[in-house]
């Protein structure tokens, strides 16, 4: 059993920065994708950033502003935004997919942009 609880989110303004953070608990194997989705209010969750052995991906409307890092040895995943975007209000999900590609999600956060 895998649990995520993730941390961070908030009330911003455009052009501002937040920091999101996940940590995992129970069986988190290093070699397994961890990463960040998001789901805005009448649409689909969708890929934010993931971080893999493979490497990092990133969506195309956050690459240059968004930054995820992984630290294997605290089971951590790290989600640096920068330049935020009204458009980037959502409800941000920690995300950790199996070998057997089941996904395990955090309770989400709230992440908002506004002025």
């Known amino acids: 059993q895998v649990r995520l609880v993730e941390s961070g989110g908030g009330l911003v303004q455009p052009g501002g920065s937040l920091r999101l953070s996940c940590a995992a608990s129970?069986?988190?194997?290093?070699?397994?994708?961890m990463g960040w989705y998001r789901q805005a209010p009448g649409k689909q969750r969708e890929l934010v950033a993931t971080f893999s052995n493979f490497g990092t991906t990133y969506a195309e409307s956050v690459k240059g502003r968004f930054t995820i890092s992984r630290d294997n040895a605290e089971n951590t995943v790290t989600l640096q935004m920068n330049s935020l975007k009204p458009e980037d209000t959502a409800v941000y999900y920690c995300?950790?997919?199996?070998?057997?590609?089941?996904?395990?999600w955090g309770q989400g956060t709230q992440v908002t942009v506004s002025s």
């Open positions: 129970g069986s988190i194997s290093s070699i397994n994708p």
């Open positions: 995300n950790y997919k199996t070998t057997a590609r089941y996904n395990y």
